[in-house]
């Protein structure tokens, strides 16, 4: 309770109330969630373990180990038609491993039920960017000169986790009456066009932080500028008080000043957590800014 | 009182689980249905049929009606028998009628069969396929839509039908919130599942989810009543499986059916709800079909394919003395020796060898992937 911060009240009842007006514009749901926890535990969970994050029975001895189906930023990028075909003809049809098999005898309707139950509790654009209208996502290796300043920032080098990140772009107003979710725009220069930079929201990037005695991943929300718009965990979605340490942070930050992050009253170790954290978004966010702009050199 | 709830509870339990793997099996094709069994609309059930056992449930099911009933009647719970005019119908046309009631009655179990409402709003038909025909609350209901224009003349390729294809469209359910409509391979039809929450008659109103105006229609079906009580000329009739036909090798139909016992028993582990008993019970019976049935892409290893069969079907009978927390033990147990030892080989395909399970050397095939 002591580190309770104050300044975080006002943040609280804003999220409160985006989120009572997120819920107004109501999202279609993909299926039933509870229907896909059966499908799930029958016909998935030998690799990718009853909890979805890989570790099931068969999961050791595969040539490929199965994905982490609980990473928010893995789920990202792909698309429910994408998760769809996956089930359906397995990881070969998207060129993902082929250790992933088909599922040709669950039928359409309970493979979206699959989907609803992947999707289900999981960190998503929408959380973030609720009237976005499309996303792109893309996983960034940090190159060597931000790995350099980062090294330096940190006084130690980067673990591997750390020198990979996933950057989430919103872009554009979701119509009115629209009840489909923001749409994923792959990662191809065709579909890529579609996305005007002048109708970018901001971004969303996932980073790993400590939440009491454990690691959770976060989600983190930036304006265009790169200021802090919302911080948010899985836990935190239904709880918002879960997140009050780092809400802190939430309207601060700034494009090319990573020490910018004035800590309050979140505790130290916390605090410094998310400003390292904070510095990594900055150059994911860097590598992606200077893809799009040379994307659009000639506009 | 205490039947009823027992019987719910199995019914929940399998029921859950069946309507989603069997349900989803079955087809919706207009163009090699059978005939559909239509409910007559002026002559109630014969009075025979009405007394038949297997027309009730040991929820006692209301009765169906006919006649001039309405959806208000339900809602009121007035529903009085009407008249019978037994003497009017063949002796076929009874049959069929009673199959139908039965089909129809709430709580029956039909994984095989769905009622059919039929609507028509300006120049675009509606056909919604319910799964089964009278929802049950907690269980998965599936909902088709075709949907087609009417073409006034005729087109000469697409006859007074033309199936509306590439729309994004959403259903809202009474009570059940908002579902994206996913195509369901064939042309016009579009599908979704949701879990009824109460009884009665629910409006489903279907528009574009982007919100563009037309393709908008709302519809009633009936959950926990005869779906009669929605529209007087619903069809209930057998329904075929979503998607082409294919033949499927006895080995995958077995396993089909074993999966949704097996997902039923970890519902009533997880949650409590259903019957375990009921279903450990089906689990012996479907382990001995699986004998002799090795999938045809390994037909060559028949033997060991039996060795790991005969292991299930003697391990099979241990689930149904587990109960409470064990249930969810010996689930896992089984789960981890004997569906993924088997499954290892002869379903994902990942090695050649279990004989040191859980050790197992990934097969050729696999270390080049």
Redesign the interface.
């Known amino acids: 309770m002591t580190n309770f911060p104050l300044r975080a009240i006002p943040v609280v009842l804003l999220g409160s109330l985006l989120g009572a007006h997120a819920a107004l514009a109501?999202?279609?749901?993909?299926?039933?969630p509870?229907?896909g926890a059966?499908?799930f535990?029958?016909?998935c969970?030998?690799?990718h373990g009853l909890d979805g994050r890989g570790q099931g029975?068969?999961a050791p001895?595969?040539?490929?180990p199965p994905g982490d189906l609980r990473d928010p930023a893995f789920l990202s990028t792909r698309s429910d038609d994408a998760l769809l075909t996956v089930i359906s003809r397995g990881g070969a049809a998207l060129k993902r491993?082929?250790?992933m098999?088909a599922f040709p005898?669950?039928?359409?309707?309970?493979r979206?039920?699959l989907v609803a139950f992947l999707r289900q509790g999981r960190l998503k654009v929408a959380d973030f960017f609720p009237n976005a209208r499309f996303f792109t996502a893309k996983s960034y290796p940090l190159d060597k000169n931000a790995q350099q300043r980062l090294t330096a920032l940190f006084g130690r080098p980067l673990t591997a986790a750390e020198s990979r990140m996933t950057v989430v772009t919103a872009y554009g107003k979701r119509?009115?009456?629209?009840?489909?979710g923001p749409e994923l725009v792959a990662q191809d220069p065709v579909s890529l066009d579609r996305l005007n930079p002048k109708e970018k929201t901001g971004y969303l990037v996932f980073v790993d932080l400590p939440a009491g005695t454990e690691m959770m991943s976060y989600g983190v929300a930036l304006a265009k500028d790169g200021s802090i718009t919302r911080i948010a965990s899985e836990t935190g979605l239904g709880k918002p008080a879960f997140d009050l340490p780092y809400q802190g942070f939430v309207g601060q930050g700034q494009k090319g000043q990573p020490g910018s992050l004035k800590p309050g009253k979140t505790p130290p170790a916390s605090a410094q957590a998310f400003k390292n954290a904070y510095a990594r978004i900055l150059e994911s966010i860097g590598l992606f800014d200077k893809e799009e702009r040379d994307r659009h050199w000639a506009d | 009182m205490w039947r009823s709830r027992r019987w719910m509870a199995v019914a929940s339990g399998l029921g859950l689980a069946l309507s989603t793997a069997a349900l989803a099996q079955r087809v919706v094709r207009p163009s090699d249905a059978p005939p559909p069994i239509v409910i007559p609309v002026a002559p109630p059930p014969a009075p025979e049929v009405k007394k038949a056992p297997t027309a009730k449930t040991p929820t006692e099911a209301p009765p169906v009606v006919g006649g001039n009933k309405t959806a208000d009647d339900v809602t009121t719970g007035v529903a009085k028998p009407a008249p019978a005019f037994k003497d009017d119908l063949t002796p076929e046309e009874l049959a069929r009628q009673a199959a139908a009631a039965k089909l129809a009655t709430p709580g029956t179990k039909c994984v095989d069969c769905e009622a059919v409402y039929h609507r028509k709003f300006e120049s675009t038909s509606f056909n919604l396929h319910v799964r089964p025909p009278s929802l049950v609350v907690g269980d998965v209901g599936q909902l088709v839509f075709e949907i087609a224009d009417i073409l006034d003349p005729p087109d000469p390729e697409f006859g007074d039908r033309r199936p509306v294809v590439g729309e994004q469209l959403v259903a809202k359910v009474e009570g059940g919130g908002t579902y994206l409509l996913h195509p369901t391979g064939i042309a016009g039809s579009y599908g979704m599942h949701f879990i009824p929450t109460a009884d009665g008659l629910r409006h489903v109103a279907i528009a574009r989810a982007d919100g563009r105006a037309g393709l908008s229609v709302d519809l009633q079906v009936a959950v926990g009543r005869p779906p009669q009580l929605v529209s007087k000329a619903v069809d209930i009739r057998e329904a075929q499986p979503l998607g082409a036909k294919q033949a499927v090798e006895p080995i995958r139909a077995t396993m089909t059916e074993l999966g949704t016992v097996w997902g039923g028993l970890w519902n009533v582990a997880l949650t409590g709800h259903g019957d375990a008993a009921a279903l450990a019970k089906l689990l012996p019976g479907l382990a001995q079909e699986t004998l002799g049935h090795v999938p045809q892409a390994r037909a060559t290893d028949r033997a060991n394919f039996d060795l790991l069969a005969r292991s299930f079907v003697q391990s099979s009978s241990d689930i149904s003395k587990a109960s409470g927390p064990d249930l969810k033990a010996a689930l896992a147990k089984m789960q981890g020796q004997q569906c993924d030892r088997c499954h290892a080989v002869y379903f994902y395909g990942i090695t050649d060898d279990v004989s040191d399970w859980p050790r197992f050397e990934p097969s050729k095939a696999e270390e080049t992937r």
């Not at chain 1, 109501?26 to 039933?32: C, L, Y």
């Open positions: 109501e999202t279609a749901q993909i299926g039933v509870s229907n059966l499908i535990r029958v016909n969970a030998s690799c029975s068969l001895q595969l040539a490929v491993s082929k250790t098999p005898t669950i039928s359409d309707l309970d979206w039920d119509p009115t009456g629209d009840a489909v």
